[in-house]
């Protein structure tokens, strides 16, 4: 019984253990980047289902990133 007691606490279970990559580098967004992001998702719903309030936040996104 003591046998299993030691294999269990001699195996490490903290995080450093695994090697992770660094993270990438995430290239800067504008907040004009968010809204044409924001109008493809909306564009791609809508080519989905025809929702009254998707089309009206479809257009209303729309008209903001024209402006």
């Known amino acids: 019984m003591s046998e299993g007691a030691d294999l269990v606490s001699a195996t490490p279970t903290t995080a ?3 090697d992770a990559p660094p993270p990438s ?3 800067v967004q ?3 980047d968010a ?6 998702e909306l564009a791609t719903e809508l080519r989905r289902s ?4 998707l089309l009206v936040e479809y257009l209303r996104v729309r008209r ?3 402006a």
Request: proline letters at 9%; glycine letters at 4%; aromatic letters at 4%.
């Open 50 to 53: 025809h929702n009254r309030r």
């Open 64 to 66: 903001s990133v024209r």
């Open 16 to 18: 450093a253990q695994f």
């Open 35 to 40: 809204a044409r992001s924001r109008l493809l």
């Open 25 to 27: 580098a995430m290239p």
């Open 30 to 32: 504008s907040p004009g």
